[in-house]
């Protein structure tokens, strides 16, 4: 049965002309201890100083577990919006990546997972950073960056409050581009285009962001029939080799339940946004 496929979402304001935005910086390998018991937030702050990165965990039992699902809103105000926030309180983390940023001047995180509930229920969605916490002391890996960082800002297209790239301090030799995407254009095709901009032929590539209806390789429709237009994603795997970049991600959809596979060249618009870190190499 073919995947009915929503490739464009009309968003409220205006249409910003520029589709992307990215800038250098170093990626600098990072790994962290973070304490169980406080805010997620203000654990990583306090782990890495404050300072731009992506980090990933794995493994990780939690305290206290809040999230956030996709879902349709109800005012009409947003394209897509949030379902919740939903407890998970006891569950274990498979993995959560978070890019950690700052807001109205203070450090600010931006997370998306999946984990195994105390009954045993698989689910994923985006993470409350203030109103989770840690059961256990965690070491997080990923990459400290100079040069760029991630701020949040109105975004007058989509009306909603989104991080972006800034540039900071000189980054010295720069091996990696911070990168945000607009809605409504290939999130792959994209990534090359900008990959390709840049002279960054080979490399990774990590992060999170929201597709509209995303297609997985095999054809299959991400969103399992159940009409989530808006899902969310963390990147499990991304390689862009010879120009050609190759993404699998977990994707939540309405709901909570998750899959995790290959995505499909060409079938997977940005819903809101994507976040990513490219990484030469």
């Known amino acids: 049965m073919a995947c009915a496929v929503i490739e464009r979402l009309v968003h409220p304001g ?11 910086c170093a990626a600098t390998p990072l790994e962290v201890a973070l304490p169980a018991g406080v805010p997620l937030l203000d654990a990583v702050a306090g782990a890495t100083g404050g300072r731009a990165a992506w980090l990933e ?5 939690m305290a206290r577990l809040d999230h956030l699902r996709p879902g349709p809103d109800p005012t009409g105000d947003h394209a897509a919006w949030y379902d919740g926030p939903h407890g998970a309180d006891g569950a274990v983390m498979t993995r ?3 890019h950690l940023g700052r807001r109205a001047g203070q450090p600010w995180l931006h997370g998306h997972g999946w984990w195994t509930a105390p009954d045993g229920m698989v689910q994923g969605g985006h993470v409350v950073p203030g109103d989770t916490a840690l059961a ?18 109105p975004d007058p297209e989509t009306r909603f409050d989104l991080f972006q790239p800034v540039a900071t301090t000189p980054p010295g030799q720069a091996d990696a581009l911070l990168l945000t995407l607009r809605p409504n254009q290939d999130m792959t095709r994209a990534i090359e285009q900008v990959a390709s901009a840049h002279g960054i032929r080979s490399g990774t590539v990590h992060g999170l962001g929201s597709l509209v209806a995303p297609r997985f390789a095999d054809a299959r429709c991400a969103d399992g029939g159940d009409k989530s237009f808006a899902t969310e994603i963390l990147i499990t795997e991304g390689r862009i080799t010879g120009g050609r970049a190759a993404l699998s991600a977990m994707v939540v959809g309405f709901g909570g339940q998750i899959a995790v596979a290959a995505l499909e060249r060409g ?3 940005v819903c809101v946004t994507c976040e990513l870190l490219l990484r030469r190499g």
């Not at 965990?57 to 039992?61: K, Q, V």
């Open 96 to 98: 959560l990546g978070l």
């Open 14 to 24: 205006p249409v910003a002309a520029q589709r992307s935005r990215a800038l250098p």
């Open 57 to 61: 965990l794995t493994g990780a039992p």
């Open 267 to 269: 079938g997977c618009g």
């Open 136 to 153: 256990e002391p965690v070491r997080a890996r990923g990459w400290s960056l100079t040069g760029a960082a991630l701020e949040v800002s």
